[in-house]
């Protein structure tokens, strides 16, 4: 069954460096998204992604985050400058189109994640 | 603005015993979408079940079944004959059509089964 990939599975980091997670989302999907989740807390949506751009983030998405798309197959999150807040499990995910009017009800299939650690 | 409410923190039960988890969303969204997802020991999140809001009929699927009640904004969600593998922590999650596609989750349930 196809699934998400996410590298590194585990990424530790100094405070103030910058920092690539990549994924390689399903290959026929065409919404991407970022999510994080804080040691033992709840899963917060980050930012989506539609035809090369940002459709929706969240106030946790500052100025720090951005994402990319660099070429048909990888998706990534780069942080500019990490903070020690910022060590979380960040989690890939994607999903098809869909047909209809509702499909953002299409699943989200997710990454097994890459924990961020800044020391 | 929405949100999910996973009451249970904790959940410990016997191998082979019915387990329910229960959700309670809010939103003033009519269209909305809600999704069970479960996350094991390993750290993967793995989507279950979903469920719109338009649709009529509670379901199951093999050991598992959900209950959707509109009228207390209920999405409850029930395992059968409890296995040891499915001990995790399951999150609900709500998308409402209006606000894109960004899942909303509620802050988990762990469940523990023992043998």
């Known amino acids: 069954e196809p699934e998400v990939t996410q590298t590194p599975s585990h990424q530790v980091t100094q405070m103030g460096q910058e920092v690539i997670l990549r994924c390689v989302p399903i290959s026929n999907h065409l919404y991407f998204y970022w999510y994080r989740q804080i040691l033992g807390q709840k899963v917060e949506f980050l930012v989506s992604f539609y035809n090369n751009e940002i459709s929706e983030k969240s106030e946790i998405f500052d100025d720090q985050f951005s994402v990319e798309r660099p070429d048909g197959s990888n998706f990534t999150l780069k942080i500019r400058s990490t903070k020690l807040e910022d060590s979380a499990m960040y989690f890939c995910?994607?999903?098809?189109?869909?047909?209809?009017?509702?499909?953002?009800?299409?699943?989200?299939?997710f990454g097994d994640g890459t924990r961020l650690s800044i020391l | 603005a929405q949100k999910v409410t996973q009451a249970q923190t904790e959940i410990s039960v016997v191998e082979k015993e019915d387990v329910t988890l229960d959700c309670v969303y809010e939103t003033r969204d009519t269209t909305y979408y809600l999704f069970w997802y479960k996350q094991p020991p390993s750290g993967e999140l793995v989507f279950l079940i979903r469920r719109n809001s338009f649709d009529e009929q509670n379901e199951i699927s093999g050991r598992y079944s959900w209950n959707f009640q509109k009228s207390t904004s209920s999405f409850n969600f029930t395992i059968t004959a409890s296995q040891v593998v499915d001990s995790a922590v399951y999150f609900c999650?709500?998308?409402?059509?209006?606000?894109?596609?960004?899942?909303?989750f509620g802050e988990g349930t762990q469940l523990t089964v023992n043998p």
């Open positions: 995910a994607s999903r098809s189109v869909g047909t209809g009017y509702h499909s953002a009800n299409q699943p989200q299939h």
């Open positions: 999650a709500l998308i409402i059509e209006t606000s894109g596609s960004r899942l909303t």
